[in-house]
T-cell receptor, first 113, second 111 residues
Framework: DTGVSQDPRHKITKRGQNVTFRCDPI?????LYWYRQTLGQGPEFLTY????????KSRLLSDRFSAERPKGSFSTLEIQRTEQGDSAMYLC???????????FGPGTRLTVL | GENVEQHPSTLSVQEGDSAVIKCTYS??????FPWYKQELGKGPQLIID?????GEKKDQRIAVTLNKTAKHFSLHITETQPEDSAVYFC??????????FGRGTQLTVWP
């Protein structure tokens, strides 16, 4: 257990519904990352926060996706009007102020029917 | 952006043998190269990493080598055990931000 927690672990939703995932990073880690992983692939970067500032967003993060980290602690990732192509594992990672190491949580598996 | 290629996609070895996984990267600015192990239903677990100012790093049965000139790096696992069976990912990064991952290697260690 790395100390990064994600909730929920599994989410099944119907196409067109909105979903929100939460990530709690390791305490005092100021950087937080979201990745998406589909079956048979490596994780793909979505976005990255340093404290509460969103510093980088991937082109994968369409207008239907929004991420926040309002107080520089936990983060939420919302997907609006879900599509079947959004089905994936959504991973969160955190790293410390000094370190390059990114520690991943267990992920949230999203299934869009 | 960076492109990380990983080979082989599957690897089967007998318990006690060594396993080698190789990755290449395209961006000469990349300077940090972690390796992750992912078991079924779990998030990736960092097992070892190497920075570009070092050519080799070892931690018990696991070692990583880096050739900056050729832009490739490798993971070596010696004396493999059945519990080493998992998917292994290499990654590369040039900043404190995103990691670029390879597509993974499914390692199976037969008892």
């Amino acid at each position: 257990d790395t100390g990064v927690s994600q909730d929920p672990r599994h989410k099944i939703t119907k196409r067109g519904q909105n979903v929100t995932f939460r990530c709690d990073p390791i305490s005092e880690h100021n950087r937080l990352y979201w990745y998406r992983q589909t079956l048979g692939q490596g994780p793909e970067f979505l976005t990255y926060f340093q404290n509460e500032a969103q510093l980088e967003k991937s082109r994968l993060l369409s207008d239907r996706f929004s991420a926040e980290r309002p107080k520089g602690s936990f983060s939420t990732l919302e997907i609006q009007r879900t599509e079947q192509g959004d089905s994936a594992m959504y991973l969160c990672a955190s790293s410390s102020r000094q370190g390059r190491e990114q520690f991943f949580g267990p992920g949230t598996r999203l299934t869009v029917l | 952006g960076e492109n990380v290629e990983q080979h082989p996609s599957t690897l089967s070895v007998q318990e006690g043998d060594s396993a080698v996984i190789k990755c290449t990267y395209s961006d000469s600015a990349s300077n940090y190269f972690p390796w992750y192990k992912q078991e079924l239903g779990k998030g990736p677990q960092l097992i070892i990493d190497i920075r570009s100012n070092v050519g080799e790093k070892k931690d018990q049965r696991i070692a990583v080598t880096l050739n900056k000139t050729a832009k490739h790096f490798s993971l070596h696992i010696t004396e493999t055990q059945p519990e080493d069976s998992a998917v292994y990912f290499c990654a590369a990064s040039s900043t404190l931000g995103r990691l670029y991952f390879g597509r993974g290697t499914q390692l199976t260690v037969w008892p």
